[in-house]
């Protein structure tokens, strides 16, 4: 079992930064890999970023490349995502996924098994 609770969600203005943070706990966080979805009112959660477990392999979603960076340290079982250059359209609820790390690169919700809270992210034009 991982427990996942995400922070630092909150209101900013378009083109301004936020720096998203995944706390975990339970088994072994090095051996999963994390991701972030998010989810505006009234559509599909989508893939934002992944990053294996080692930390070396990251992927992101064409929409925020460039603009934001995920990374992890396994000693303070945490993942981050850094978000700068924000838009209108990046606001949505953020949430920290984890699953076994098996090499596979998956960008699908289905594909992590624990989820945090989610933290809100609203940007403002």
């Known amino acids: 079992q991982v427990q996942l609770v995400e922070s630092g969600g909150g209101l900013v203005h378009a083109g301004g930064s936020l720096r998203l943070s995944c706390a975990a706990s339970?088994?072994?966080?090095?051996?999963?890999?994390m991701g972030w979805f998010r989810q505006a009112p009234g559509k599909e959660r989508t893939f934002v970023a992944r990053?294996?477990?080692?930390?070396?392999?990251?992927n992101y979603a064409d929409s925020v490349k460039g603009r934001f960076t995920i990374s992890r340290d396994n000693a303070k079982k945490t993942v981050t995502l850094q978000m700068n250059s924000l838009k209108p359209e990046d606001t949505a609820n953020y949430y920290c996924?984890?699953?076994?790390?098996?090499?596979?690169?998956?960008?699908?919700?289905?594909?992590?098994?624990?989820w945090g809270q989610g933290t809100q992210v609203t940007v403002s034009s």
């Open positions: 990053i294996n477990w080692s930390g070396a392999i990251t």
């Open positions: 339970g088994r072994t966080f090095s051996s999963y890999a």
């Open positions: 996924a984890a699953r076994w790390d098996s090499g596979a690169i998956v960008y699908t919700s289905l594909d992590y098994t624990y």
